[in-house]
C-alpha cells in the first residue's frame, strides 16, 4: 500500500510563498492520481488541488487558482504544492492524498502539515 508523507509547511507573511512536498512510498506511485486538501479551524476539509497519473490534467480551487501550482514528479515519488502569494486564509492544515486512477474517493492520506500566514 501507498505511504504518504507531507513536509515543507511552516509560518509564512502574507505574500510569501511555501512548497509543500509529499513523498509516497511503493512502485506503484505513478498509477494514483494526487490531490491537495485543507482543513481550518473550525471548518470543513476542503479541496485544493489535483494531479492525474501523468501529470497532464491539473484542476483548482477557485480561490487558489493562479497562486498554486501542483505537480508530480514520479520519478521521485513525490507530489508538490508550489503556493505563492499566501493570504492569512490560506492557512489550514493541508493534506495529500492518493486516489487509484480506477477508483472514485482517494484511498491513502498523509499525517498532514501546518502552514500559518500571518497577516
Known amino acids: 500500500q501507498v505511504q504518504l508523507v507531507e513536509s515543507g509547511g511552516g509560518l509564512v507573511q502574507a505574500g510569501g510563498s511555501l512548497r509543500l512536498s509529499c513523498a509516497a512510498s511503493?512502485?506503484?506511485?505513478?498509477?494514483?492520481?494526487m490531490g491537495w486538501f485543507r482543513q481550518a479551524p473550525g471548518k470543513d476539509r476542503e479541496f485544493v488541488a489535483a494531479i492525474s497519473t501523468r501529470g497532464n490534467v491539473t484542476r483548482y480551487v477557485d480561490s487558489v487558482k493562479g497562486r498554486f501550482t501542483i505537480s508530480r514528479d514520479n520519478a521521485k515519488n513525490t507530489v508538490y504544492l508550489q503556493m505563492d502569494s499566501l493570504k492569512p486564509e490560506d492557512t489550514a492544515v493541508y493534506y495529500c492524498g492518493a486516489r487509484s486512477w480506477n477508483l472514485l474517493s482517494y484511498e491513502f492520506w498523509g499525517q498532514g502539515t501546518q502552514v500559518t500566514v500571518s497577516s
Open positions: 511503493g512502485r506503484t506511485f505513478s498509477s494514483y492520481a
